[in-house]
């Protein structure tokens, strides 16, 4: 008899709740779908591909990040996800996903889960936590990356037999052997968990160019069983490796943002730091100009979130001029190496 824990959720109710909230965002196009909010940039591991973190800033004072999720709500924002550096960092986390919850937004919270107990999953199961998402890249850790499924399924086991929460896990294909990553899916299949699978980015945020082996093992991870929720389907990915580009509209900056530890609104992570607005400045006004403008870069996009988010309003025009984007402050010269080694930097959903 298998004995291996399974996640079961009893969220019936609360997903109706989350598809209404959804179908009302959808209607009005001033409303961001999904946010982020870092709110620590430290984190416990140091990835080869990530420059997104460090090991000595503090967290982000939680009056300041209340005051940050209260504005968020106020643009009315439906999704939030606390992120870092490694979110579990922030003394406070529990808090700010209640907080998100009172205000009237759906939080959801990623970690590289190494700092996961069962005292974390009893606060954020008591807050109200809707969805974690944690990255594995490996089965053994390696060089590039520490977020490794035999060092973390204790973790995971944890989480199926406590979380009441739904529990996602991103696999980035390319940061180590395809083989690695379909064991990885299947590991997070038998769990119950949601999947999903990212390739590999360089650091402009485009799509590195797979491997067959990967494609094979791809196709694999995507013919798993239980994957995720329709409205976050990846089939923008296999137009991308299938055509080499993708026609769509990207509603960065409106639909979907990112918040940074210093308060300042990002289009999406590898864009961070260009064209960065105060948060507590952003108005409906911003988010309708962002909403039109044209994005060069959405051609060759990969990222999940901006996809996801912007998938309601294909249809709609985009009657803005094409943004004027600067490319991003590269890096320091070593972490640049690494980063265009293996740059995979998942944020959440």
Known sequence: MDSTPRLRRSFHWEDLRVAGKIAKAVVDRDRPLITH?????RCNLSCGYC???DKVSPPVPTEVLEQRLAHMAALKSVFVTLTGGESLLHPDAA???RHA????MIPFLNTNGYLLTKQWIDALN???LYGMQISIDNVEPN???KKSLRLLLPKLRLLAREAKFRVRINTVLGSSAPEEALEVGRAAVALG???NCSLVRDDSGALVEPSERTREV???IRGLGRRLPSFMDDSFTQTLLDEGAIDWKCRAGARTFMVCENGLVHLCQPRMGVNARPLLEYTTEDIRAAFDEVKPCAKHCPIAYAHHASKFDGWRSQRGPKLLVAPPVPPPPAIATAARRSSALAVLF
Do not use: M, N, W
């Not at 909010?37 to 940039?41: A, Q």
């Not at 919850?101 to 009237?104: E, I």
């Open 101 to 104: 919850r009172t205000l009237g």
């Open 143 to 145: 060089e590039t990356s």
């Open 193 to 195: 968990f949601d999947t």
């Open 126 to 128: 008591q807050a109200g």
């Open 37 to 41: 909010l870092v709110i620590t940039r």
């Open 51 to 53: 420059f997104e973190y």
């Open 95 to 97: 808090h700010l996903v």
């Open 218 to 220: 791809y196709e694999q």
